[in-house]
């Protein structure tokens, strides 16, 4: 095959690692103002996480990303960087785990606050498997086009697209 493929990415794998929890309550940080303590259940276990987004609330349910999750997120210079969620202290109180925004899903290019989702949302059940979230993975090849200059129909996207057709049948 002409078109080398240098990276594979599967967009919306992080919809897999993700599950619907309800937020039971919300306390102050103790020792910071915009953090929250916020007191989740997947409807069998609860939990409390440190919370930094404003819309956090007792009532709603969010999308939580438990210890050993990765995603795959924009750093503060445009690079992508890979976050895994592992314990972390956030001004002294440990937090084992992340209520999730658009963005951290890629869902969105920015966002926010946490995603809310509707209040029938099942407990404990990952995204990937809620039909409002169904096809939101893909597969996003990156292709050195050095090597095609003298291939002009793998010039746009047409062409890849035939391409890789031909190839995957």
Not at 15 to 42: I, M, S, W
Not at 85 to 102: A, F, H
Request: aromatic content about 6%.
């Amino acid at each position: 095959s002409v078109a080398e493929v240098e990276d594979v990415k599967i967009v919306g794998k992080a919809l897999d690692q993700v599950r619907v929890v309800e937020v039971l309550k919300t306390e102050p940080h103790p020792d910071a103002d915009k953090l929250k303590l916020a007191t989740l259940t997947d409807g069998t276990e609860e939990r409390t996480i440190v919370c930094g987004a404003s819309n956090c609330r007792a009532g709603i349910k969010l999308p939580f990303a438990d210890l050993g999750a990765e995603f795959e997120i924009k750093g503060k210079d445009g690079k992508v960087e890979t976050l895994v969620i592992k314990p972390t202290k956030i001004r002294g109180v440990e937090s084992t785990g992340m209520l999730c925004s658009e963005e951290e899903l890629g869902l969105a290019d920015s966002s926010e606050g946490v995603l809310e989702l509707p209040a029938d949302t099942p407990l404990g059940v990952k995204l990937s498997e809620l039909e409002a979230f169904s096809g939101q993975d893909d597969i996003l090849f990156e292709i050195d086009n050095k090597s095609l200059t003298h291939r002009p129909d793998l010039w746009g996207h047409y062409g890849f697209a035939r391409e890789f057709a031909t190839i995957f049948d």
